[in-house]
Nanobody
Framework: QVLLVESGGGLVQAGGSLRLSCVASLRTFSSYVMGWFRQAPGKEREFVAAISWSGGPTDYADSVKGRFTISRNNAKNTVYLQVDSLKPEDTAVYFC????????????????????WGQGTQVTVSS
């Protein structure tokens, strides 16, 4: 069994920041591409960001590019999402996920490739 646990969500005013964390119970954490997705009430889940196996290349949705930063610490089996300059439209449940894909397929935003998912952490941005 694989368990991903997100934390760090909360309520912030527009323009504020949060640091989301996701700890994975994976012995082979570095073999997975890690991603963040989000889902707002009444909307479909959407891609936010992803990071490659070693923490080099990254990929961001246009809506968050320049404001969000994804990183990972393979020694701690943890992936992070630093969210800055938050907007009310960023309000959503944020999920981390692990993609079991071979090297050479990054970036990949296809949710079908993310085989392990956390339960999510709520981010609420007020105006």
């Amino acid at each position: 069994q694989v368990l991903l646990v997100e934390s760090g969500g909360g309520l912030v005013q527009a323009g504020g920041s949060l640091r989301l964390s996701c700890v994975a119970s994976l012995r082979t954490f570095s073999s997975y591409v890690m991603g963040w997705f989000r889902q707002a009430p009444g909307k479909e889940r959407e891609f936010v960001a992803a990071i490659s196996w070693s923490g080099g290349p990254t990929d961001y949705a246009d809506s968050v590019k320049g404001r969000f930063t994804i990183s990972r610490n393979n020694a701690k089996n943890t992936v992070y999402l630093q969210v800055d300059s938050l907007k009310p439209e960023d309000t959503a449940v944020y999920f981390c996920a692990a993609a079991g894909v071979p090297r050479g397929t990054f970036p990949n935003r296809n949710m079908e490739n993310y085989v392990y998912w956390g339960q999510g952490t709520q981010v609420t941005v007020s105006s």
